[in-house]
């Protein structure tokens, strides 16, 4: 039971970080203004871990690498620290190559949580200050299959038809993760 309850407190710390870590890279690599509550709660709680790794880690090409490193080695630290409380024999090689999916999982749940929001939004309220955070967000995406699906209806289908891919790439992500676990 001890075990289980730090497993989940490990889990729970180390996700929380890893999320806000992967939504400042994404803000920054979509162009999504800080200059908003979500931006400045980003911000304020990630600071202080990125700063000092940017001392020594630059940027590469307009993205904001210490940031994505920062979340890939607390996501390597969090996987180690829950195999050593089970008992196992954690192996940083097969922990990184999970790390790398979990990743790229939990980039892809951000995306899903702002189309969801957005298309909420859409309904209620259109004109809310977090629209043009979630439009920066998604609109990388949702532009080529806007073109591709015409709205029916007055409906814009393509947040729909985005979700389900992005299902179908959670499923693949899924499955990749035991297997990157037997890599070593």
């Keep these: 039971m001890l075990a289980q309850i730090t497993i989940f407190l490990i889990d729970t710390v180390v996700t929380f970080f890893v ?3 992967l939504a400042r890279f994404h803000f920054q690599w979509l162009r999504v203004p800080f200059h908003n509550p979500a931006g400045e709660f980003v911000l304020a709680t990630t600071s202080w871990l990125v700063m ?3 001392r020594f880690i630059p940027g590469l090409a307009g993205l904001d690498i210490p940031t994505l490193l920062l979340a890939w080695g607390i996501q390597i630290l969090g996987t180690w620290a829950q195999i050593e409380v089970i008992g196992g024999e954690p192996r940083l090689i097969p ?3 999970v790390a790398l999916v979990d990743l790229a999982r939990f980039s892809v749940y951000i995306l899903m949580a702002a189309v969801l929001v957005q298309a909420v939004l859409s309904w209620l309220h259109s004109y809310t200050p977090f629209a043009p955070v979630l439009d920066a967000l998604t ?3 949702l532009r080529p299959l806007r073109r591709l699906i015409p709205p ?3 409906f814009d289908l393509s947040p729909l038809v985005l ?7 959670i499923i ?4 990749l993760r035991p297997v990157a676990a037997r890599l070593g």
């Design 19 to 21: 999320f806000l870590l």
């Design 139 to 141: 609109r990388l995406f």
């Design 152 to 154: 029916l209806g007055g």
């Design 95 to 97: 922990i990184a190559v």
């Design 52 to 54: 000092p790794v940017r």
């Design 163 to 169: 979700l389900v891919i992005l299902q179908v790439v």
């Design 172 to 175: 693949v992500l899924v499955y």
